[in-house]
């Protein structure tokens, strides 16, 4: 993947800097002012201590995400309101900028961005692996809870969203 100087720092989080203090920050990277091409843009994202972030291009929606080992996850719950099958928790719209929407099956099957998917049951444990030894014992139990929620040292966020019965109710 290539990337030109300017779409870099066009980054949300370098829209707002300077050009001097955008130069001091390249130079510091031994990288010369003008146009650049940057052939691995996550590298460059690391060094600068950049998040990623998604843009779903449904609606615009921005959500960041988090590199944990060799995963890339969404760090923040999906917003996407589908035609069907979704609902804020407790048919509360306030609820969503926190926690999301809930999805029955069908819909949570085929909701996700483009390029993204829904994690297998092999690919959250590995998630689960890196904060802990698995949940084999109270301890990694508590190891993994505490750094994948909000706040956690994984920069997950994973926010429980709540449930919602067959019959409607939360």
């Given at each position: 993947?290539?990337?030109?100087?300017?779409?870099?720092?066009?980054?949300?989080?370098?829209?707002?800097?300077?050009?001097?203090?955008?130069?001091?920050?390249?130079?510091?990277?031994?990288?010369?002012?003008g146009?650049?091409?940057?052939?691995?843009?996550?590298?460059?994202?690391?060094?600068?201590?950049?998040?990623?972030?998604?843009?779903d291009?449904?609606?615009?929606?921005?959500?960041?995400?988090?590199?944990?080992?060799?995963?890339?996850?969404?760090?923040?719950?999906?917003?996407?309101?589908?035609?069907?099958?979704?609902?804020?928790?407790?048919?509360?719209?306030?609820?969503?900028?926190k926690?999301?929407?809930?999805?029955?099956?069908?819909?949570?099957?085929?909701?996700?961005?483009?390029?993204?998917?829904?994690?297998?049951?092999?690919?959250?444990?590995?998630?689960?692996?890196?904060?802990?030894?698995?949940?084999?014992?109270?301890?990694?139990?508590?190891?993994?809870?505490?750094?994948?929620?909000?706040?956690?040292?994984?920069?997950?966020?994973?926010?429980?969203?709540?449930?919602?019965?067959?019959?409607?109710?939360f």
């Amino acid at each position: 993947m290539q990337c030109e100087y300017n779409k870099i720092a066009n980054e949300p989080l370098m829209q707002d800097m300077k050009p001097a203090a955008w130069n001091t920050v390249l130079q510091n990277l031994g990288i010369a002012k003008g146009s650049i091409k940057i052939d691995d843009v996550n590298a460059l994202r690391k060094k600068l201590d950049l998040p990623l972030i998604l843009t779903d291009s449904r609606d615009g929606k921005q959500y960041k995400t988090v590199e944990i080992g060799n995963q890339v996850w969404m760090a923040e719950n999906l917003a996407y309101k589908a035609s069907s099958g979704c609902w804020a928790y407790d048919n509360d719209q306030s609820n969503v900028t926190k926690y999301g929407y809930l999805y029955n099956w069908q819909t949570a099957k085929t909701v996700c961005p483009t390029g993204w998917h829904l994690p297998t049951k092999s690919e959250f444990e590995t998630l689960l692996n890196n904060y802990g030894n698995g949940n084999d014992n109270e301890e990694d139990w508590k190891a993994n809870y505490t750094a994948l929620i909000p706040g956690g040292e994984s920069g997950f966020s994973a926010s429980f969203g709540g449930w919602r019965y067959g019959n409607g109710k939360f």
